[in-house]
DNA sequence: GACAATTTAATTGTGTGCAATATAATTTCT
DNA sequence: AGAAATTATATTGCACACAATTAAATTGTC
């Protein structure tokens, strides 16, 4: 084994330690929302309609970073669900409209407790919470422009 | 829509900002990972594997948090990378030691320059990543803590 | 106005995570 | 010793994530 500690021991790496923290995270969150009859990537996708109201699959995906392979099935389950609706947009046919229904608004009610909840399971005060949740929503941003995607970092050739 | 703030909204649910940088991250080590046939739980598999040697599955997935019908799978592919070697324990048949072959230890070399690469990527001094990793371990305990497993909330009834 | 390039979402295939179950080996209890 | 309980891993099934591809609609260009 390795007496020495490395650079690349597990618990010094960033990376393992926000990979571990998420998953306990989605573990704590497991039970709660089981109530709600959500998992957690539906519970984030709920909270982003709550909040923002009706929104097509591209600003969701934006959001949530995550695209279309994620989130059109995961959509289709919320609206077996019966708690959205989806719907090609009338002014551009490519697009699609998330919509939450009646029992998707209602639905908020319910989970309204929720983050008071783990608030306790953390055993932190809002103050440490807030600055946590800072300090990784810079990291995501800064990691988020690093990598851009590809994006245009390659224009496209005339062949 | 809300034009109102509310405990709910989106971007101030540290769940959410955990979620999102551990997907950010995981994207940021995807293009590097890629130059060692990795992927990312693949690589956290190893690291752990470079620091403590051989080890059992069960303690694999104490480590990282995961369990067996996570880690099983997973470690067939590294071995069918020829990076590790899976085998019966001769003491207690039901384990399973998982052993770093030679190309399983050589690949450290290459991995040895990826902490630099993504601290660089990050945009972050080393104080603050290092400040920033104890806290998100221990959220993860207390979280771990908080929800430790079922276990042996429900002892067993004898009927 | 036609046609190429772009945009948007859906589909396909691979690799996780995890609950529930199965299987086999070991330990405990009597 | 033998049955029951426990432990360690594997298997199965479902739900993400995401790369790559597809399909359809829109925009841009000439």
Same mark, same amino acid.
Request: glycine share 6%.
């Given at each position: 084994?390795?007496?020495?500690?490395?650079?690349?021991?597990?618990?010094?790496? %960033?990376?393992?330690?926000? #990979?571990?923290?998420? $998953? !306990?995270?989605?573990?704590?969150?497991?039970?709660?929302?089981? =109530? +709600? *009859? %959500?998992?957690?990537?539906? #519970?984030?996708?709920? $909270? !982003?309609?709550?909040?923002?109201?009706?929104?097509?699959?591209? =600003? +969701? *995906?934006?959001?949530?970073?995550?695209?279309?392979?994620? $989130?059109?099935?995961?959509?289709?389950?919320?609206?077996?669900?019966?708690?959205?609706?989806?719907?090609?947009?009338?002014?551009?046919?490519?697009?699609?409209?998330?919509?939450?229904?009646?029992?998707?608004?209602?639905?908020?009610?319910?989970?309204?407790?929720?983050?008071?909840?783990?608030?306790?399971?953390?055993?932190?005060?809002?103050?440490?919470?807030?600055?946590?949740?800072?300090?990784?929503?810079?990291?995501?941003?800064?990691?988020?422009?690093?990598?851009?995607?590809?994006?245009?970092?390659?224009?496209?050739?005339?062949?």
């Amino acid at each position: 084994m390795n007496a020495k500690s490395s650079l690349l021991d597990l618990d010094r790496q %960033l990376c393992f330690a926000l #990979y571990a923290a998420s $998953l !306990a995270m989605t573990k704590a969150y497991k039970p709660i929302l089981a =109530e +709600l *009859g %959500l998992t957690y990537p539906q #519970y984030l996708v709920m $909270l !982003a309609l709550w909040q923002h109201g009706s929104q097509r699959v591209g =600003e +969701l *995906g934006e959001r949530l970073g995550l695209d279309s392979g994620t $989130l059109t099935p995961l959509a289709k389950r919320l609206q077996a669900l019966g708690l959205i609706e989806r719907e090609r947009s009338a002014v551009d046919e490519r697009q699609v409209e998330i919509t939450l229904t009646a029992a998707g608004q209602q639905l908020r009610a319910r989970a309204e407790p929720i983050p008071l909840c783990v608030m306790q399971l953390t055993g932190c005060q809002l103050p440490q919470l807030e600055s946590l949740t800072r300090e990784l929503k810079d990291l995501r941003h800064q990691l988020a422009s690093a990598y851009p995607a590809e994006a245009n970092l390659f224009p496209p050739l005339k062949t």
